[in-house]
């Protein structure tokens, strides 16, 4: 076993733009700024799932939903399983065994039936764990009263007749100097930093998870920060405009139904308080970091700062995140410091990663042993300034839906991205040339498309998928649906039904496979 294994810290956030820990972007995070700095700053992390609890699994098993079970919310009765599957190990249980302290406060939503205790990890302050609930009962919507139906919709809310009205954003007062003293968050920040020194103290090196549940929605933060953020000095995101019209139903029905109801003055509101929340938990980890280099022990310890996913914040005129599948829900902030061992810090890199990839890095680091069947690989490369050679140019997603069943896969290349929704036509978007993904170049309004397909109206024998799309676009689609095939072959998907009412990818499993 190697006697130089770093210490590792991880602070997760909930629901973060990659975008916003950008030196270039306007939300102020300097102590996430000074980590890129001093360490990595990966710009294309995407995580499998849009959704807290299948993502958070397959950061801690290296695996994907299709495989570790875990597919929605965990805590709700209609959770299509409320745990991992039998026989999935995660890193924890491994780096425990290989002799590292495990301490983890905060967040876990990895599993209904267990907690983080039950996986080799010593708890501090726990969110989010076993037996925990997120559903309201029939009867509990029996009781509520009528009046909260009848009041005028406020601003920055949302009205929902039947659902109670919903608060997007607000203000509350500072809890003190800090501004959040009182805060969740800070509670479980503070129960990490009060276990920082016994596990310093140790000959055994260590591993601190850190879970705050922000920025999640709703946006309610201190006055200290939703003043921090002028909201007339705040664009709108430059693909606010997209009407959707060329996007999956759904996509339009959440903009429309819901999220329509805001002013622009509103959605810059809105966005000043998710980048003040931003800020907040920025300060909360400053102190965090402060604590560890009280420890002494700053150079040999690996500082993850990353999310579990995204939050749209406005972008297409969208919150929240779920089944839609643009970059601003998929794409999550990751910046990675270790003094004893990156090699030429200050970096920015490009390459793919993926949720699935930390499980394996940990297990290296550790000098355990990575098993052959997880999904992701070691990016310790990347922290040499390496670039394997045959690092993946591609990275996959897969989403079954939240509360509501959608089922849906997509690939994104440096150049495409293609979503097969199996609810609604498909997506295809040039990445090159529209990076906002405004223009849908699968959608049948996109390319002329006869009213009504029948027999009669067929001008050739040969089999066009619906809808049909000019030739070069065409060997595009095909090209990506193959190996999104290939990628569920390898990761045990079960989209494999070939009943007529469900096989409705453009191309099916055997076009990509056939001998």
């Given amino acids: 076993m190697p006697t130089d294994r770093p210490n590792v810290l991880i602070f997760m ?39 807290c609890c299948p993502s958070r699994a397959s950061f801690m098993t290296g695996l994907y939903p299709s495989v570790h079970g875990v597919r929605n919310n ?57 037996g925990s609930t997120h559903h309201r009962h029939i009867h509990q919507w029996q009781q509520t009263p009528r009046s909260e139906e009848d009041r005028p919709r406020g601003r920055g809310e949302i009205i929902r007749p039947g659902w109670m009205h919903y608060r997007l954003y607000g203000t509350r007062p500072d809890d003190g100097p800090k501004g959040y003293e009182n ?63 060329d996007k999956p139903h759904i996509y339009q029905r959440m903009r429309h139904m819901y999220w329509g109801q805001l002013t622009e003055d509103e959605v810059r509101e809105s966005i000043a308080h998710y980048w003040g929340y931003c800020t907040m938990l920025d300060c909360m980890f400053g102190e965090l970091l402060a604590a560890l280099d009280a420890t002494g022990q700053a150079d040999n310890t690996m500082v993850f700062y990353l999310s579990d996913h995204g939050d749209y914040a406005g972008a297409h005129g969208l919150y929240c995140k779920g089944v839609p599948a643009f970059r601003e829900a998929y794409n999550i902030p990751c910046t990675v410091r270790w003094p004893a061992g990156i090699v030429n810090p200050g970096r920015e890199e490009s390459s793919f990663l993926s949720h699935v990839d930390f499980a394996p890095t940990f297990l290296q680091l550790a000098g355990c042993d990575v098993p ?17 050679a045959d690092w993946p140019a591609q990275v996959f997603s897969q989403f079954d839906g939240v509360e509501l069943y959608y089922s849906q896969r997509t690939i994104r290349t440096k150049k495409w991205r293609f ?57 595009v689609r095909h090209e990506l649906m193959q190996r999104i095939w290939r990628f569920n072959r390898d990761q045990q998907d079960m989209l494999f039904n070939p009943y007529a009412t469900v096989a409705m990818a453009p191309f099916g499993p055997a076009d990509a496979f056939g001998s």
């Avoid at 026989?87 to 939503?109: Q, V």
């Avoid at 276990?195 to 140790?202: F, I, S, Y």
């Avoid at 979503?419 to 498909?426: H, K, T």
């Avoid at 109206?457 to 065409?474: A, G, Q, V, Y």
């Fill in 13 to 51: 956030t909930d629901q973060q733009q990659a975008d916003t820990v950008h030196p270039d972007h306007p939300c102020r995070m300097p102590n996430a700024a000074r980590l890129a700095e001093q360490g990595v700053l990966f710009n294309s992390l995407y995580t499998p799932t849009a959704h």
């Fill in 74 to 130: 965990v805590a709700n009765p209609v959770a299509l399983q409320h745990g991992l599957n039998p026989g999935i190990r995660t890193f924890s249980e491994d780096l425990r065994a290989a002799g590292y302290r495990m301490a983890y406060a905060g967040k876990w939503h990895v599993s209904n039936e267990e907690d983080p205790s039950d996986r080799g990890w010593d708890q501090l302050l726990i969110t989010c764990g076993k």
């Fill in 183 to 245: 805060n969740h968050d800070y509670k479980v920040v503070q129960s990490a930093i009060e276990a920082l020194p016994d596990l310093a103290a140790g000959d055994a090196p260590w591993m601190l998870y850190v879970g705050p549940s922000g920025p999640h929605d709703p946006f309610i933060i201190p006055e200290k920060f939703a003043r921090m953020y002028d909201p007339a000095d705040v664009e709108l995101p430059e693909n606010f405009a997209d009407t959707l019209e």
């Fill in 372 to 388: 052959d069947d997880l999904a992701g690989r070691s990016f310790l490369p990347f922290l040499r300034n390496e670039q394997p």
């Fill in 419 to 475: 979503v097969y929704n199996g609810f609604d036509y498909d997506e295809l978007y040039d990445l090159e040339n529209d990076p906002h993904e405004m223009i849908n170049l699968a959608a049948p309004c996109r390319h002329p498309q006869p009213l009504l397909h029948t027999g009669e109206n067929s001008t050739t024998n040969t089999f066009r998928p619906w809808p049909h799309l000019p030739p070069d676009l065409e060997t």
